[in-house]
């Protein structure tokens, strides 16, 4: 059995039109569509929804989270 090593950049390029939630600094989270990203962890999303306390507070078509903002962001 072979097992195939992937890099960061294939991982990246795999996850791009998946679900992904990112947490900000501030404690508010963006659920949406991963459109993109970059080396510096900028993410684009696309039907992007904030949440702040867990309750959804707006929706947005699209949003671009610089990523110096970000606590984590699950994929």
């Known amino acids: 059995m072979s097992l195939r090593k992937q890099t960061p950049s294939d991982f990246l390029k795999?996850?791009?039109?998946r679900p992904v939630v990112v947490k900000l600094n501030s404690g508010v989270d963006y659920r949406g569509v991963l459109a993109c990203?970059?080396?510096y962890m900028n993410i684009a999303i696309e039907?992007?929804?904030?949440?702040?306390?867990?309750q959804l507070k707006n929706k947005y078509g699209d949003a671009f989270l610089r990523g110096n903002n970000g606590k984590f962001a699950r994929f």
């Open 37 to 39: 990203l970059d080396g």
């Open 14 to 17: 795999q996850i791009i039109g």
């Open 47 to 54: 039907q992007t929804e904030e949440y702040v306390n867990g």
